[in-house]
């Protein structure tokens, strides 16, 4: 899972602290210590994810893309500038721009935001960027919650007792709420010293940045290994009572097999020393297969070689969603065995066949042919569709008709109603814009397909019958 640092460089964070009578230092180098006691532990526990620098003012720069040299990260800590006022909103878009141009927007991503907590003056402050967030248009809309799944974690170089002074702890709260509330607000406990952000950020590197070791075990073989990001507990949404589950941390098992194919969700495991999890990898990685792994009861998933680069590659583990059939198509998981067990090669003798998939006994209603619009692209296809064979009567007339009665059915289905009056409008359009040489029945059908539209879109149960179909007008010039 990816990290991105954000980093305060306003002018606020440069405010004196002095650290036990001595010399005085900025909030801005309690900042820095901090980070650079994330990124040594990152770089000792974490060395296989991503991480990228940010600073931020009114303005934001990307001072470090995604890497994992963690001293190129420390380096630029050390030649932070410093700017003007606080603007947490154009940081967020900074982040938002940075993220999906390097994973997209379905890669989850940890955000650690370090700040003093001070919300910004006027225009641009955190306090204004919340106190119009229902009055803004669709182009300037609050960047959270991001378009990918994110976790928040806000460190504070002050104390609770600084923030509440202020409304600055309620507006992190509500930030915090808005990116999903899949996060946490961290803030300094005593004075502001060198052992109290220690202390902080020893507190986000136990909740986010822990290392998770496991046991790998195939047979009699097993070995140490190392997974990040950590796999998360889960609950399964039962009807009725919901079921925790957790990987469990003392015993994960494998078998390998050719057949599944990749899924999104994914975690990098690392092997501690060389030994079975090192010869797993370069087999799967060599054979081009995949390996079941359990870990929990009724609890599943691969475990399969991807490559960085051509030189690198990781040994990555996804996971199922838990249950005995994850993958409906393969069966249940505890009956897949050994090819010699059985009676006879489920393959056939020469590979001609597969067992897989795997057929229900009863045919599901639906695998019937029904119209389905699950994005706008299918929707905007069949609308298309019916349009195409307009343009074409009387020619097309019988396949007009049979497009645009599937449509209404679905549309009176789903109760979308708008839809039949917007389809009625474009036929009428397209009536309008006939040529001269288009034939005379093109106009009667597209007028009278245009009218039946209309009338099933009030929803009168006269007109908007489900069963009932369009037929075609019949005219002098039919056929």
Request: charged letters at 20%; hydrophobic letters at 40%; aromatic letters at 8%.
């Amino acid at each position: 899972m990816p990290t991105v640092v954000l980093m305060d460089v306003s002018l606020s964070m440069t405010r004196p602290v002095s650290l036990d009578g001595s010399e005085e230092f900025q909030r801005k180098n309690l900042a820095v210590h901090g980070l650079n006691m994330l990124f040594e532990h990152m770089a000792s526990n974490y060395r296989l994810e991503f991480t990228a620098l940010m600073a931020f003012s009114s303005l934001w720069e990307l001072l470090v893309p995604f890497t994992r040299d963690y001293n190129a990260l420390q380096e630029a800590l050390s030649s932070l500038e410093d700017y003007d006022k606080t603007c947490i909103e154009a940081a967020l878009n900074g982040v938002n721009n940075v993220v999906q141009q390097e994973w997209g927007s379905g890669c989850p991503c940890q955000v650690v935001l370090v700040t003093d907590g001070s919300l910004g003056i006027g225009k641009g402050s955190l306090r204004h960027s919340l106190q119009t967030l229902k009055h803004r248009g669709e182009d300037k809309k609050f960047p959270l919650p991001f378009p990918f799944p994110t976790k928040l974690y806000i460190l504070c170089i002050a104390n609770s007792e600084e923030l509440q002074m202020t409304d600055a702890m309620d507006n992190l709260e509500h930030l915090l709420c808005l990116s999903g509330g899949d996060g946490q607000i961290f803030t300094m406990e005593g004075p502001l010293c060198m052992k109290s952000v220690q202390t902080m950020f020893g507190r986000l590197i136990d909740h986010a940045y822990s290392p998770f070791h496991a046991v790998l075990h195939c047979g009699n073989l097993s070995s140490d290994v190392q997974v990040f990001p950590r796999p998360e507990p889960m609950v399964v949404d039962e009807e009725v009572e919901p079921m925790p589950r957790a990987v469990n941390v003392d015993e994960v098992g494998a078998a390998a097999t050719d057949e599944l194919e990749d899924e999104p969700s994914a975690t990098q495991m690392a092997g501690k020393s060389p030994n079975f999890c090192v010869l797993l990898h370069g087999s799967l990685k060599v054979e081009g297969m995949v390996a079941l792994v359990q870990l929990g009861p009724e609890w599943y998933g691969m475990l399969y070689s991807q490559a960085d680069s051509k030189k690198k590659s990781n040994l990555m583990m996804s996971l199922f969603e838990p249950g005995s059939e994850p993958l409906p198509w393969l069966g249940k998981i505890t009956y897949l065995g050994p090819v010699s067990e059985a009676a006879e090669n489920p393959y056939g003798e020469d590979d001609s066949k597969s067992p897989f998939p795997v057929q229900p006994p009863a045919k599901r209603s639906y695998a019937q042919n029904v119209t389905v619009w699950i994005k706008a692209s299918g929707l905007q296809a069949d609308v298309q569709k019916i349009l195409r064979n307009a343009r074409k009567l009387p020619d097309k007339t019988q396949t007009f008709y049979k497009e645009l009665n599937r449509m209404r059915k679905a549309a009176l289905a789903f109760g979308f109603l708008e839809l039949l009056k917007g389809v009625a409008d474009l036929l009428e359009r397209e009536c309008t814009l006939l040529p001269d040489s288009a034939h005379p029945d093109a106009a009667f059908q597209l007028s009278h397909a245009a009218q039946q539209l209309k009338l099933a879109s009030t929803g009168d149960s006269q007109y908007a019958d489900f069963d009932h179909n369009i037929a075609p007008m019949h005219t002098d010039f039919s056929s």
